[in-house]
């Protein structure tokens, strides 16, 4: 069975830009969640989509910006890039049901802001 | 506010030498404890979940342990290819939210 899908794997941008980044959960995980994770530093989260509805937020500012389509993929949405915006960016899976509570990650987006 | 401290923040190992890696955590309400491994330039491999006190988990040369306030992960006789780094997360209770709470992580190098 195929594992949590991110894309891009690599990608760099303009401070100022946006850019969105693509997540597909593991089959029949309902929620998805993101992270960014800077050199050096555990994974810091940021939203948490069950249902296709927003579960949680991390202290993150207003430009990033997230959604979950009916098909349970997610996608990242960071506006206005700066440059402390470089960082791997992590989708995680998770069937969040009562028989499981298993959070999977995926390989992760590569965002360099120059 | 939930907090996560790993420790040691670097292990050096010779092959074949044991050694135990610290979680010290403070949540309101523990859903779960979280053990993943992660290799250079890739996202976090899951290993382990922990729910209560007293719990332990064991996979292969890794074992991992709960108390009320600290998790350890014991390697023993560690090989090279256990070498990465180690990161511990915790999950609160908190309604439908499953978002983690991650240490730092202890790299762990082993030494042929």
């Known amino acids: ?114 | 506010e939930d907090q996560v401290t790993q420790s040691p923040e670097a292990l050096r190992l010779q092959e074949g030498e044991s050694s135990s890696l610290n979680c010290s955590y403070t949540v309101s309400g523990l859903r779960g404890l979280f053990w993943y491994r992660q290799d250079p330039g890739k996202g976090p491999e899951f290993l382990f979940t922990l729910y209560s006190a007293g719990e332990e988990k064991e996979k292969e040369r890794l074992k991992a342990t709960l108390t009320k306030k600290e998790s350890f992960l014991h390697i023993t006789a560690p090989k090279p290819e256990d070498s990465a780094t180690y990161l511990c997360a915790v999950q609160r209770y908190s309604g439908s939210a499953r978002q983690l709470t991650f240490g730092s992580g202890t790299q762990l190098t082993v030494l042929p």
């Not at chain 1, 990608?11 to 992270?35: A, D, E, F, M, N």
């Not at chain 1, 069950?50 to 997610?74: C, I, L, T, V």
Request: charged share 15%; hydrophobic share 30%; with cysteine.
């Open chain 1, 1 to 114: 069975d195929a594992g949590v899908t991110q894309s891009p794997t690599h990608l760099i941008k303009t401070r100022g830009q946006q850019v969105t980044l693509r997540c597909s959960p593991i089959s029949g995980h309902k929620s998805v969640s993101w992270y960014q994770q800077v050199l050096g530093q555990g994974p810091q989260f940021i939203f948490q989509y069950y249902e296709k509805e927003e579960r949680g937020r991390g202290n993150f500012p207003d430009r990033f910006s997230a959604r979950q389509f009916p098909n349970y993929s997610s996608e990242l949405n960071v506006n206005a890039l700066l440059l402390g915006d470089s960082a791997l960016y992590l989708c995680a899976s998770s069937p969040q049901s009562s028989s499981g509570n298993t959070i999977y990650f995926g390989e992760g987006s590569w965002l360099t802001v120059v």
